[in-house]
């Protein structure tokens, strides 16, 4: 596993955003790397992100697996455009539509790792899937379609 | 529109849980209402719940989207079956799919509107569709797939 954050790489969204952002102060602050043809995160939920005591919140679910995977996709993007992630040239992509499939209850109180890939590619599209495992069990399926944006403003 | 909030009444997503939970501190309290044939909540993000600047979270959306409809699929099986909200016979329902298609980019600092209806119900499982306007304007549409669970640990 590669030993650089993507968060710490892509602007803005690692340092404003609620998910990504190191400088987000109740943000969720995650961190994702790379790790040969995925990307992967370890993350572990404060007290306050359950849906009821012991059960992480779905919510919070969408919220990893959306930034989790937008990053992917962005690293994705540079490395098939041999751009260099961080650069003025890389793109940025937002998220089109977010899918979620709850397979178990999300144990509280454990690292929760995510995994991210490619499913399609396209310079205007990326369609990424992402597990969500905790305790050796996938709890949750996600599948987000992000689109290329030159202006945050306009999906 | 009436007057008293789903989450007053369903316990436990009403006290614990980071999207419902009036005593969680840290998470987004939200309160739904009955308005006809459909349920309404008026939320506004605090500083932290941005994507970049100016915008909201996509996280923080589907996290809106999946506890407004979740307490609105409680309340239209209540109803349905002629059960009292807020009783010991009241069922719960968890989230098994969510699905989120993000319009546009939804503005930070305004006033946030969703609505949700049903679009299926069942005793096992109730569809839920749910919109999020901004200034007069959609700018996120989802879908919510829940399913009654006696046992807040098995879905």
Redesign the interface.
Known sequence: MESQALQDLIR??GE????CGGA?????RIKSYRDGEEVVCTWSP?A????????V????I???I??HSACAAIDAACRAEGITLGSEAAPLY????????????TPHGVPLTLRAKVAELSPRKIVMTCSLHAEGKETARGRGVFVRSKN????
């Open positions: 803005p969204y404003t955003c609620f998910g987000n102060p109740h943000g969720l404060e306050h992100h359950i849906a009821v005591p012991g059960i919140n779905g919510g919070i969408a919220a990893l959306d930034c937002v998220t089109a539509s977010l899918q979620v499939d709850y397979l178990r209850p945050l403003g306009a999906i």
